[in-house]
Each structure stands twice: as C-alpha cells, then as structure tokens.
C-alpha cells in the first residue's frame, strides 16, 4: 500500500515534538500515548495490526499485532485522519529528552531497522513490525535479542532516542564498534553481529559491559548518546533511599555524611 503523504515541521532542541501537516483524508499512525495535541477537524482511530491500513483478514491482522506485540510494543495503534475541509495538524513528542530522527523510507530502500521502542509515528501506509536476527550472538548479547524493530513503505516515519543523535554512512567493508544500548536504528544493508570486549580486566571493570555491537557497511547508522536505561540508571543511583537518607551527590563525605545529616 502507497503512504499517505504527509508535511511535518520538527520543533524544539532537547525535548523534540514533530508537526504533522494532513490534507483532507490524510491519515498518520502513532503509539498509543505519543499524541500531544491536535486541531479540529482530526478524528482519532484505535487500530489492530501493524498500522499500514492494508485490508488484511482479521487473522492477518492478528499475526500482525502478535508480531508488534513480541517487541514489547501494544496490539493497538492510534490513527489520527484529517475528516476536515482543509490542511489540519497533529503533534506527537517524544517520551523523554532526545532527538526525533525523520526518515522518508522510499529514499532508504523501503526499510529500516531499529531498537524496539523506538518508533514514534509514522504515514499510513507503513508497516511497524519486528524483526528477526538470526545470528546466536545477536540473539543472546546484543541487547535487544533476536528481536527489533522494522519499518517498511515509501511514506514518513519518525523515530525518537536519547541525548544527540550521529549518523554514520559506512563504506562497502568499513566497520563501527557501537555500545549496544547506543545503537537506534540502521539501513538493511548493514550487517549487525556481536563482538566480546576482550580482556578480562576490560570485561570486569571497564563499564562498558561484555559486547559491543559489530556494524559493517555500506549503509547508514544512527547512533544515540544517552540510552534511557543510561538514564534510568543514573536516576535511580540519585533517588533516595529507603528511609528517606540522600546520597551524598557532590560531597566528599558522600554517604558518611548522612550518618550526620540527623536522618539516622
């Protein structure tokens, strides 16, 4: 099925929203949740299946929502359709600080790979499913398991990450070691392995964990600076502790000082 095509506007810097211009019966699919505003005259659909809008038979539909539903995603998506006499405009944002990456997959080969949560909205007309890496190391250490994200059409799709995003157009043979909660999405042409660290001491105590992702060209890599687990991680580390104590952020007692902050 041809996308939908679709105007949009990205707005912000750190915490990025896109502006989605529809004609009269155009319609953009989206995550639940992802909607920020919208104008009158738009009409929201709750939607089964992969949102590309193709007349597949009720068990196709469920094969469908069954394969977004092993990414972690829901069975359901949201479309939003201009049922307007003029041009009327939709806002998706992204779920926390980072950037939104637009890509026009007809210009991509019709497909690109990314990590599961990162989609955010897309033309009707593009299919968002999973998938499947077939290599055992992807499978068991890359992060993300066998399993991502896809999208595939020739219509707009969005995705969002963390922190600043740098794409990388590698070379037929070139190669890029990534951390694997860095990786957000890349070309199909690119093959994606996993490779070990090497070195005890570099396993044990460089922070970096035991594997990177192993990216080989041609093709295009996005790359994000702060995964939200990262991020995750680190707010955690700095929320108080059971008791009501805090961690000492800062200070050269750091948690000997609560011992006399008159908490314990």
């Known amino acids: 099925m041809k996308a939908h095509e679709i105007d949009y506007r990205l707005i912000g810097e750190e915490m990025q929203a896109v502006e989605i211009e529809l004609d009269p019966q155009e319609t953009a699919i989206a995550e639940a949740g992802s909607m920020m505003m919208m104008e009158d005259g738009i009409?929201?659909?709750?939607?089964?299946?992969?949102?590309?809008?193709?007349?597949?038979?009720?068990?196709?539909k469920v094969w469908n929502a069954g394969k977004r539903a092993l990414t972690g995603e829901g069975l359901f998506m949201t479309a939003y359709s201009n049922q307007g006499m003029g041009k009327k405009k939709v806002y998706f944002a992204s779920?926390?600080?980072g950037k939104i990456i637009p890509f026009h997959l007809g210009e991509e080969g019709g497909k690109i790979i990314c990590q599961k949560d990162a989609f955010l909205c897309a033309a009707q007309g593009v299919s968002v499913s999973l998938e499947f890496r077939k290599k055992l190391g992807v499978g068991f250490f890359g992060g993300e398991g066998f399993i991502m994200q896809k999208l595939e059409g020739d219509g707009m799709a969005f995705l969002h990450a963390g922190g600043t995003i740098i794409e990388k157009t590698l070379a037929p043979g070139e190669s890029l070691r990534v951390d694997t909660g860095c990786l957000v999405a890349f070309t199909p042409s690119v093959d994606y392995d996993i490779q070990f660290i090497?070195?005890?001491?570099?396993?044990?105590?460089?922070?970096?964990?035991?594997?990177?992702?192993?990216?080989?060209?041609?093709?295009?890599?996005?790359?994000?600076?702060?995964?939200?687990?990262?991020?995750?991680?680190?707010?955690?580390?700095?929320?108080?502790?059971?008791?009501?104590?805090?961690?000492?952020?800062?200070?050269?007692?750091?948690?000997?000082?609560?011992?006399?902050?008159?908490?314990?």
């Open 43 to 60: 009409a929201m659909e709750t939607i089964f299946g992969d949102g590309s809008g193709s007349n597949d038979s009720f068990f196709g």
């Open 95 to 97: 779920p926390y600080p």
């Open 198 to 264: 090497g070195g005890l001491k570099n396993s044990l105590f460089g922070g970096e964990g035991f594997f990177f992702a192993q990216l080989k060209g041609p093709g295009k890599v996005f790359i994000q600076s702060l995964p939200f687990s990262r991020l995750a991680d680190r707010i955690i580390a700095s929320a108080p502790r059971v008791g009501g104590s805090r961690k000492g952020e800062g200070s050269i007692l750091g948690g000997i000082g609560d011992l006399f902050d008159g908490d314990n």
